[in-house]
Each structure stands twice: as C-alpha cells, then as structure tokens.
C-alpha cells in the first residue's frame, strides 16, 4: 500500500504527495485517513486508507507509460468526427473527456488532450472546450513534470510540439495554463 511521503496521482485533481496517515472518529468508529498535499496548488484531502485504491489513486506513471503517452499525441485522429458542431456531439465528446479525466490515466489524458488540440487546429473552441483543454494540460504537465523532474517550459514545449503550425520549429503556441511549481 502507499506510505507517507510517496508521490500520487489523485484522478482529476493532480500530483499529491502523502503527509500523513491520521486516525479520526467518525460515526463512532476509527477511521484511519491518508492526508494528501497537492504539489500544484494549495490543496490537501484527507482519504480513508481502505478507499484509497478505489479513489484512483495512483503511483505516478512509469517512464515507458510517460513515452507511450507523449507518443499518442503523434497519432493521428478523425478530425471529421470531433468538429461536429451539434450540440449533441459535443455534450457526447464532453462526456468522454470527463471520463477520461476521472481514470486518471496519462494515456487516457494524452488522447484526450491530442484530440482537442487537433480541433483547435481546424476551429476555435468553445468556452467549454478551452476549459476543459486547460484541466486537460494541467493535469498532464503536472505528472510529466513530476516523473521526469522537468520545468513546466520544457513539458509544454514538448507535448504542444506536435501541433504547432510554424516554419519556426522553436515558436510555439502560448501556455493556456498558469500553474506553478
């Protein structure tokens, strides 16, 4: 099981690492909590110890995992499918988005991730789709950035790489989040 000062992955919410292992009453019985502090923002959730597993909780992704997910932002996409511009398409691709988010793996990030920003290759995104995009990169960044000791410049650079649309190979597309290490 984890232990105290390990590095985790809470699903949706980012990198965390565990402070503590507390006890606390409640509804009359001991419950035993891992207490988790949020690298990426000023965050801490307690999480009973036989909840952790089913919460998503994760050690962070081994570095062939962390490859593999920066190799899917290669892959290529049917563009066709995510322009659909119902509105029925879009609450069906917001729903798979949010899933993805919630697995809490890199792999599902990474294609959610290349997904939207192939689309905002061929269109401007709604507010929604930005906002999600942003969740999206965070999350992503925040893991790269911890399982590979790089500074939040160089993952950004590294995973908008593949959809920059310059004859300049070192310009790229501005941060669309503002998290810091």
Same mark, same amino acid.
């Given at each position: ?18 402070? =503590? ?20 923002k000023?965050?801490?959730v307690l999480i009973p110890?036989n ?13 062939t995992?962390v ?6 932002l ?8 995510m322009?659909?511009?119902s509105a029925?398409?879009?609450?069906k691709?917001?729903?798979?988005y949010m ?14 991730y290349? =997904? ?8 401007e ?7 999600i ?10 893991e790269i ?6 500074v ?5 650079r ?8 310059s004859?300049d ?8 989040t503002?998290f810091t290490?």
């Open positions: 099981m984890f232990k105290v000062d390990e590095t985790v992955v809470y699903p949706g919410h980012g990198v965390a690492r565990i402070d =503590d292992v507390s006890e606390k009453i409640v509804a009359g019985n001991i419950v035993s909590f891992y207490k988790l502090s949020f690298l990426y000023d965050m801490t110890l909840s952790m597993r089913a919460s998503g909780v994760r050690y962070l992704s081994e570095p995992i490859r593999k997910a920066l190799a899917t290669e892959e290529e996409i049917n563009i066709a499918r322009c659909e511009f029925s398409g879009w609450n691709r917001q729903k798979e899933m993805k988010i919630q697995s809490g793996k890199l792999i599902d990030l990474a294609k959610a290349r =997904d939207l920003m192939s689309v905002s290759l061929k269109k995104l709604s507010f929604g789709e930005r906002g995009l942003s969740t999206i990169e965070e999350l992503f960044a925040q950035i911890t399982a590979r000791g790089m939040r410049e160089e993952v950004l590294m995973i908008k790489k593949p959809f920059v649309q004859e190979p070192h310009e790229m597309p501005p941060p669309t503002q290490l």
